[in-house]
């Protein structure tokens, strides 16, 4: 097994009852496999720290020019400008800027302190069997850390899942599926061209690994379950033909081992993201799904052959006509 005793983190969200079942510890991992247009987290997608500005909250003080060894900052009256291609991501700036407008984006984590951190939630979980998720980005990319920090967090007897896109190494599944309690795997876009050209590969992969993951869950006691999250996305992934075609591949491949298929609308919440990073958003301008047109996915995905019970639809909406 390939071991590490540090990873490049993202964040760390609490309380959250959106990754897993109960209260939950959500740890993104950074770095990704995919390139998704529609994605929530462009911040998530490089494995490296990353350096933002948050206009509100600067002072004008130019500390962080005088700190930045590389010259990477400029500060001009439209805002701050940084160059990329030297901006090395060491965080001096973000760390003393006095009004925190820069924010460096993934930070170096020690395994040991890691798990320290999350275990200070555990009450949490004992009350709400909930649990510590390791979401991303990807985390397999990290395979080595994240498979010990799964390892370490079972130790302890605590519920752990891992959230993954599949887009990854067979390798990084045997090292990480023996430590989590349950697989959140997505399945975005059946078609495998439409896959490609949306996320940056086609989902050949991602199938396999999905068939692999599900045939270790029948022949193993942990993990014991599976989630399928698939993201409505308009213009992409918000057909019914394509949530038809996900519902007869889990009917027909994984029936009996997942126990959850959600539909997670679209949002635009992450606008703000992609203006620090410096990066345009195909989709800037969508707004939120239709409660309508959620309910009659779900319906679809309800009479594609998968247990009607397992349908869930989950995530903002807006009324016809808003």
């Given at each position: 097994?390939n071991?590490?005793s540090?990873a490049?983190?993202?964040?760390?969200?609490?309380?959250?009852?959106?990754d897993?079942p109960?209260?939950?510890?959500?740890?993104?991992f950074?770095?990704?496999?995919l390139?998704?247009?529609?994605?929530?987290?462009?911040?998530?997608?490089?494995?490296?720290?990353q350096?933002?500005?948050v206009g509100s909250?600067?002072?004008?003080?130019?500390?962080?020019?005088s700190?930045?060894r590389e010259?990477?900052?400029t500060?001009?009256?439209?805002?701050?400008?940084?160059?990329?291609t030297?901006c090395t991501?060491?965080?001096?700036c973000?760390e003393e800027?006095p009004?925190t407008?820069?924010?460096l984006?993934?930070s170096?984590?020690?395994?040991?302190?890691?798990?320290a951190?999350v275990?200070?939630d555990?009450?949490?979980?004992?009350?709400?069997?909930?649990?510590?998720?390791?979401?991303?980005?990807?985390?397999?990319?990290?395979?080595?850390?994240a498979?010990?920090?799964?390892?370490a967090?079972?130790?302890?007897?605590?519920?752990t899942?891992l959230?993954?896109c599949?887009?990854?190494?067979?390798?990084?599944?045997e090292?990480?599926l023996?430590?989590?309690?349950?697989?959140?795997f997505?399945i975005k876009?059946?078609e495998p061209e439409?896959?490609?050209k949306?996320?940056?590969?086609?989902?050949?992969?991602i199938?396999?690994?999905?068939?692999?993951?599900?045939?270790y869950?029948r022949?193993?006691?942990?993990?014991s379950?599976?989630?399928?999250?698939?993201?409505?996305?308009?213009?992409a992934?918000a057909?019914?033909?394509?949530?038809?075609?996900?519902?007869q591949f889990?009917?027909s491949?994984?029936?009996?081992?997942?126990s959850r298929?959600?539909l997670?609308?679209?949002?635009?919440?992450?606008?703000?993201?992609?203006l620090r990073?410096?990066?345009?958003?195909?989709f800037?301008?969508?707004?939120?799904?239709e409660?309508?047109f959620?309910?009659?996915l779900?319906e679809?995905?309800k009479?594609?052959?998968?247990d009607?019970d397992?349908v869930?639809?989950?995530?903002?909406?807006?009324l016809?006509?808003?």
């Open positions: 097994m071991q590490s540090n490049t983190i993202l964040e760390i969200v609490r309380m959250s009852t959106e897993g109960g209260i939950r510890t959500t740890v993104f950074k770095g990704c496999t390139k998704c247009a529609w994605c929530h987290n462009p911040e998530s997608i490089s494995i490296r720290p350096l933002c500005w909250r600067c002072i004008g003080c130019k500390t962080c020019l700190v930045c010259n990477a900052l500060l001009t009256e439209t805002g701050m400008q940084i160059d990329r030297r991501g060491c965080g001096d973000a800027c009004g407008a820069l924010e984006m993934g170096q984590w020690q395994l040991d302190d890691l798990v951190e275990i200070k555990r009450a949490y979980f004992e009350t709400s069997n909930g649990g510590i998720t390791i979401s991303g980005g990807e985390p397999t990319i990290q395979a080595g850390f498979s010990q920090f799964l390892k967090l079972r130790e302890k007897g605590l519920h899942a959230d993954t599949g887009q990854c190494s067979r390798e990084a599944l090292q990480t023996p430590y989590a309690a349950m697989v959140l997505d876009l059946i439409a896959h490609k949306l996320t940056g590969h086609d989902n050949t992969r199938l396999d690994n999905l068939l692999y993951a599900a045939d869950i022949a193993h006691v942990y993990p379950e599976m989630w399928i999250r698939t993201p409505i996305i308009p213009g992934t057909t019914h033909g394509n949530i038809s075609g996900i519902g889990i009917a491949h994984l029936d009996g081992v997942v298929w959600e997670c609308a679209f949002n635009n919440l992450c606008r703000d993201k992609y990073l410096d990066q345009s958003w195909a800037a301008d969508e707004s939120l799904l409660k309508s959620l309910e009659e779900a679809t995905a009479h594609s052959g998968v009607p397992i869930f639809a989950t995530g903002a909406t807006r016809s006509g808003y």
